[in-house]
């Protein structure tokens, strides 16, 4: 009956794990997709002023 117990509480704790590491990844996509978006602002912005 223990192992049985263990093994739920084992693998439970292997999804949270597993969604916070996506979690994790999803944010750090998020910020490099923002800053690629704050880059591409500032050389359109460049561009304009040389015209």
Request: proline share 0%.
């Amino acid at each position: 009956m223990n192992n049985i117990y263990l093994f739920a509480i084992s693998t439970g704790m292997g999804f949270i794990c597993s969604f916070s590491i996506l979690k994790l990844a999803m944010q750090k996509k998020k910020k490099k997709v923002k800053e690629h978006e704050e880059l591409k602002g500032e050389v359109i912005k460049g561009l304009r002023k040389l015209k």
